[in-house]
């Protein structure tokens, strides 16, 4: 069965936005397979987002992506990838419809709350990045009551 790499960012999950998009993953049919709460270091995101290197955001997208634990996530089932991206919707929240993820929870697309992955490629390279070891020895994240201790 497909898998996919979806990725709570850091603003999703200071608003506390998580269990709705898991919830929206579930209604849809998907299959959590697994789950990390983690902060991901200079290095991981810039792996992560390797290809975008020479984008004039990108040291805006690094810091970002750094500033808080995300919560990092394999969801599977058909056309995983593809259903993944139909509801986190368009990259920029302007654009993204009402009922996706981005159009209902975020404005703006420097602060566009989730991650997909945009080919099964990617969601291999991606959960390879997160899940695979290389990275997994990163240490775990403890909230309490939303304040990383
Ligand atoms: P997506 O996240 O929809 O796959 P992407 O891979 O093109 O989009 O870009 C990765 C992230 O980079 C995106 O979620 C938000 C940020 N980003 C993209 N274009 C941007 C822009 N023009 N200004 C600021 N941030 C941008
Ligand atoms: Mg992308």
């Known amino acids: 069965m497909e898998q996919t790499f979806v990725m709570v960012k850091p603003d999703g999950v200071k608003r506390g936005l998580i269990g709705p998009i ?26 992560h987002y390797g290809e975008l290197k020479e984008k004039p955001f990108f040291g805006e997208l690094v810091q970002y992506l750094t500033s808080g634990p995300v919560c990092a996530m394999i969801w599977q089932g058909e056309h995983a990838v593809e259903n993944a991206r139909s509801i986190i919707g368009k990259t920029n929240p302007v654009e993204a ?9 975020a404005l703006d697309i420097a602060g566009n709350i989730v991650h997909g992955s945009d080919s099964l490629a990617s969601a291999e390279r991606e959960i390879e990045l997160f899940f695979g070891g290389a990275v997994a020895a990163s240490a775990p994240v403890h909230l309490v009551a939303g304040t990383v201790v």
């Open 97 to 105: 419809a009402p009922g996706t993820i981005r159009g209902d929870f």
């Open 22 to 47: 898991i919830t929206r993953f579930e209604q849809k049919g998907f299959v959590l397979a697994a789950i990390q709460l983690r902060s991901i270091d200079r290095a991981l995101a810039e792996r």
